[in-house]
């Protein structure tokens, strides 16, 4: 094993879980060459990281953009392929590289089962997501020394989020504690009357500067926290890179949001979390990093994450 690929299509909190896995390989064999895959919009939680020799943030793109795609694969010789994503599209690039040993999951039994030289056969039960991954280091008589994930800022990272800062008007001197009220899937996220009494409380309790986070989708659901709110917030959503989301972060007294990546981002860089868990476990998705409090009230319908759901919160 000299030149590795790992491939991670899937989201922010997903390829974050899966620096462990990259850090056991490359602390055990500094010699390999380490190729990562992952989709783009994600590549920028691993910018930095010292363990990544190169990155690929994949594109959708055309059947012409694939064929060079693949091509490029090819080019580059690797000769293992390490598939942490457990989907169709990665096995088949997998197999498309032509590296000789290609190790993935396939938890489902479907037919991209054939396109590894070998499956990993997960543990029963419940596990961690880290520890899922982990799982791949087997064949190769590899142990991770450390299973927390991690996030590289450099200083013009951090500058910048200090410039963020300046422009939306947070009072330094203030405690900062981020409440980041969006999810991926609507039925993991905490209702906005909920959090705007949450920031009332740490602005009239403990005088904390209070700033609510999210993508640009969640504009509207940060404005409507605002709202209802009666003390003044901040709102950050849709204004920070992911470096600048972490480097914030890692200088907040607190983060409180539901199973996203921005939890996960947080818990990476130490800021203590409190972590909102509805219908996903937090045995499995569960923050790793910083002090975590998870408030998990294992609903009888949490495995269900169906869309049209009306039983309310």
């Not at 010789?77 to 590296?99: E, M, N, P």
């Not at 950050?236 to 007294?253: C, D, E, L």
Request: overall charge positive.
């Amino acid at each position: 094993m000299q030149n590795i690929l790992i491939i991670k299509l899937r989201y922010i909190g997903d390829v974050l879980l899966a620096t462990p896995t990259v850090r056991a390989i490359k602390a055990a064999r500094p010699d390999v060459r380490v190729t990562m895959m992952v989709n783009r919009g994600t590549e920028d939680v691993l910018s930095g990281n010292p363990d990544i020799d190169e990155l690929i943030a994949l594109d959708k793109g055309s059947l012409a953009a694939q064929s060079r795609l693949i091509a490029g694969l090819r080019h580059r010789r690797f000769d293992t392929v390490i598939d942490l994503t457990d989907g169709d599209r990665s096995a088949f690039l997998s197999w498309t590289s032509g590296a000789p040993v290609r190790i993935g999951f396939n938890d489902e039994h479907r037919w991209r089962g054939r396109y590894y030289t070998q499956v990993i056969q997960s543990m029963p039960g419940v596990r961690h997501r880290i520890d899922r991954d982990l799982e791949v280091l087997k064949p190769m008589s590899i142990q991770a020394v450390s299973k927390d994930p991690q996030l590289w800022l450099t200083p013009e990272e951090e500058h910048s989020a200090d410039q963020l800062l300046d422009q939306l008007g947070v009072q330094r001197s203030q405690p900062m504690v981020i409440l980041q009220p969006g999810a991926r899937y609507w039925f993991k996220a905490w209702p906005p009357e909920r959090y705007a009494e949450l920031a009332d409380r740490f602005r009239s309790q403990h005088g904390c500067q209070v700033l609510i986070g999210g993508s640009d989708q969640d504009i509207d659901l940060a404005q409507q926290i605002r709202q209802r709110a009666k003390s003044s917030l901040v709102i950050m959503a849709g204004r920070t890179t992911i470096k600048q989301f972490a480097a914030i972060a890692k200088t907040s007294a607190l983060f409180v949001g539901s199973d996203s990546g921005a939890m996960h981002i947080a818990s990476a860089v130490g800021t203590p979390v409190v972590a909102l868990f509805g219908p996903s476990s937090p045995r499995e998705w569960g923050p790793r990093g910083g002090p975590v409090e998870v408030l998990y009230k294992e609903l009888d319908c949490r495995s269900c994450f169906h869309p049209t759901c009306t039983r309310g919160v």
